[in-house]
């Protein structure tokens, strides 16, 4: 049987992945295809300590500074691992049944939050045995939009939503999209533009893909 598509949505804070992998899914099912819709951090056991860890942004406001930077590597292995877990767990099994898994989030998402505080290098290290997905889309927008569309949710800001850490973040997804150009199938696109422009943009990139 051939496995099915590995498709992730990536972006900032505010990109609109969640609302475009939704859209996705719901398309490549209109066409008869089989398809198994997921998120990182995932739903296993790791997954939900790192979303109550992301709930609390003031959860080191008594580490001392040196320390912060261990808790950042410390996160960052949470998220490793949940990738390992999500993709033993999930990810596979599905594409193993010709099942096509769209993600909002994966790999992209480590090699540029967490490059943040931990060297790149080492990122990159502890993500090895995660395996490149078959497409990559990176929803593309300047920082200050995608905040403005966070702030008109009834939520709390998480740990890494604020405006000039979002503009690093940016930053870092367009160097790893250049670093990784070479080796893996990687698409940037304008996520700036509205929902249903950005969707179509999205469906031309994933169609070739599908065979
Ligand atoms: P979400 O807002 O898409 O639910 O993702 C939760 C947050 O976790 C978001 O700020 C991005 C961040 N994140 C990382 O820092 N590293 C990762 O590997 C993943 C998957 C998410």
Known sequence: ME??????????????TTTQA???AQWLRGRGLKVHLTR???????GQVIREWLAEPTLGAQVPPPALLLRD?????????????????????????????????????????QSLACDRDWVAEINREARPADLTTLLDLPA???????SRRDKQPELFEKIEVQEKVRQLY?????????????VVLDGSKGIEEVFQAICRTVEPILG
């Open 174 to 186: 367009l160097d790893t999209v250049r670093e990784l150009a070479n080796d893996q199938a990687v």
């Open 144 to 150: 200050e939009q995608a905040m403005q569309r966070l």
């Open 22 to 24: 939704e859209r996705l």
């Open 40 to 46: 990182e951090p995932s739903t296993g056991r790791v």
């Open 73 to 113: 590597h410390a996160l960052a292995l949470l998220f490793a691992a949940d990738r390992l877990d999500h993709l033993a767990r999930e990810v596979e099994p599905q594409l193993a049944q010709g099942i096509h898994v769209v993600s909002d989030r994966y790999l992209l998402s480590s090699l540029a939050y």
């Open 3 to 16: 496995p099915g598509k590995f498709i992730v949505l990536e972006g900032i804070d505010g990109a609109g």
